[in-house]
């Protein structure tokens, strides 16, 4: 069959056009591709990034939720659906990491699940602190393993004039209210922080802990200056036998140290616990002390300067002493037989006094010395709780020593603090 001669000429221009076009394409294509400054937009590349739990989610669901009281891990995955045998393995595969009945309640947790149809749990997330984290990984087969999220330090400095107290000078500042413990500690013996006047004033460098942008708490102090009605507060930090010191400008230490024990002679008869059986009342409860046992009348002595702050009889305590040594620790002595000549409330007492004398009073099997130790009024084990020696810097030392605290005091000098604020 022949083709007219206007068909063919037809034919030909629309194969002439359509190369044209194509060739221009392809011509514009070589040139975007050939130019270095061509950027792909961020919507034509998918990165499959991990969560701040070190895993990708992408294509999962997540959300949050918070542990009810008297919830378990096994109760938490029944109501995600998860089943019994499921859950038996899961538990059995945690043991090593968490019991699962001691999760605490209002502590977050988190849940991944698949875009499916039965929205079915691949991963949950279960966090013991804003640093340390569980992943339960239902994946493929269970996978129980803990984890920590990454920690950022950043450096940061504060200044304050006292109006009402240190925390709140520094919550005016912008500062977390754990600052004002830390400080309070360090300067636990040189100043008593609940008797600080309008006009005292602070400067203090320090570390924030951040994960993922959220700040979690305090860390180092690198240096801090107290000025109270005049006189001036030093901590130089400082390593000496291997401990983290601090230390004022003349090189001593800013702590003082304890005494071992209450007792020049006796035996540990109880230790500290969070769940003891009560030797009379036959249950299970704590026992925040250490129990010397030794014979009636044997003296007991304070383990640091302080102010007593209570003496007298009260119910399973018997005949108690409490000691207030500063605005941070406080020590009991409990089940006495007597007081000491002179010791009542009100009374200062120095390291090594004896203050009384052990005995059974109270609810107690036998004569004995129940000794606790409270840091901020929360009761902690004297015989683990972390003390640094009271030692001067050492002469070997020194040079190093006023190398580190000439360079620390230069830093504070440089924080400025507008004194002319200053209340009158």
Not at 150 to 175: F, G
Not at 204 to 230: H, P, W
């Amino acid at each position: 069959m022949k083709t007219s001669k206007k068909t063919n000429t037809l034919f030909r221009l629309f194969y002439q056009s359509n190369s044209i076009v194509l060739l221009s394409l392809l011509f514009l294509a070589f040139i975007k591709c050939s130019d270095p400054k061509t950027e792909i937009s961020s919507e034509q590349v998918t990165e499959h990034k991990n969560n701040v739990f070190g895993f990708c989610s992408d294509s999962l669901e997540q959300q949050s939720f918070s542990v009810q009281k008297y919830e378990t891990l096994s109760d938490i995955f029944l109501n995600l659906g998860v089943a019994a045998d499921s859950i038996f393995q899961i538990v059995n595969k945690s043991k090593e990491v968490i019991d699962e009945r001691k999760i605490i309640a209002g502590n977050t947790y988190y849940t991944f699940t698949k875009q499916d149809s039965l929205n079915s749990l691949a991963c949950l997330v279960y966090e013991k602190n804003p640093i340390d984290f569980i992943v339960f990984n239902l994946m493929d087969s269970v996978n129980v393993y803990e984890s920590t999220k990454e920690v950022t330090i950043r450096e940061n400095e504060k200044s304050a004039i006292i109006e009402h107290s240190l925390y709140v000078s520094l919550m005016q500042s912008d500062a977390s209210p754990e600052l004002a413990v830390k400080l309070s500690q360090i300067f636990a013996w040189q100043i008593d922080f609940y008797h600080l006047q309008e006009g005292d004033y602070f400067k203090v460098i320090y570390d924030e802990m951040y994960v993922d942008s959220n700040l979690i708490g305090i860390g180092k102090i690198k240096a801090a200056y107290f000025c109270q009605e005049g006189k001036e507060f030093y901590a130089i930090p400082f390593m000496q036998d291997s401990v983290f010191q601090y230390f004022d400008e003349n090189g001593n230490s800013l702590r003082k140290a304890f005494l071992k024990a209450p007792l020049e002679f006796g035996r540990i008869s109880s230790r500290f616990s969070r769940s003891r059986l009560h030797p009379i009342l036959k249950t299970h409860r704590p026992h925040l002390g250490i129990d010397y046992a030794a014979p009636v009348g044997t003296p007991v002595r304070s383990t640091g300067d302080g102010v007593v702050i209570g003496a007298g009889y009260k119910g399973g305590n018997g005949r108690y002493i409490k000691i207030r040594h500063n605005s941070v620790y406080t020590t009991m002595y409990m089940h006495l037989s007597r007081f000491a000549k002179g010791i009542k409330k009100g009374v200062s007492v120095q390291q090594g006094k004896v203050v009384g004398y052990v005995g059974s009073s109270g609810l107690s099997t036998g004569p004995h010395l129940d000794y606790r130790f409270f840091i901020n009024g929360t009761p902690v084990n004297p015989l683990t709780v972390e003390l640094p020696p009271s030692h001067p810097v050492k002469k070997e030392l020194r040079a190093e020593y006023e190398a580190v605290k000439d360079s620390t005091i230069e830093r504070l000098n440089k924080i400025e603090i507008n004194l002319s604020e200053k209340p009158v």
